[in-house]
């Protein structure tokens, strides 16, 4: 197993970093949205998730994208159009947080939430 060591001798797994950045607060949510539509742009994420900060969405993005859960494309036409898709990391993951969103849901009895939308594309 892969360890690195830290200030004061402790060893830290590199799961701990994977995992806090996942579960931060709107990088599942993003990570959904792009999965819901196969393809996303910075706007139709920003429309939909109704809520998180341009700012914070773009952080968000950047996040993903430097861990490889998802992947930034951008046309060559006029205007420049970007797109996000999942990777096949992302899109395994995506699958994997699927029961622990339709869990929210039912505990919090939003059933109709667009979040549960399970069409992976």
């Not at 004061?8 to 539509?37: D, F, T, Y």
């Not at 706007?43 to 900060?53: A, H, P, Q, T, V």
């Amino acid at each position: 197993m892969l360890r690195r060591r830290r200030r004061g001798g402790r060893v830290e797994c590199p799961l701990q970093s994977m995992i806090a950045k996942v579960s931060k607060k709107w990088s599942l949510l993003v990570l959904n949205q792009i999965g819901i539509h196969g393809e996303a742009n910075y706007n139709k994420i920003l429309r939909e998730l109704g809520g998180i900060s341009p700012k914070s969405l773009a952080d968000t993005l950047k996040e993903l994208q430097n861990m490889g859960l998802i992947a930034r494309s951008v046309n060559d036409r006029t205007p420049l159009r970007v797109r996000y898709t999942l990777t096949e990391n992302g899109k395994s993951l995506r699958s994997a947080i699927i029961p622990l969103l339709e869990w929210a849901a039912q505990a919090t009895h939003h059933t109709e939430c667009p979040i549960l939308d399970r069409r992976p594309r």
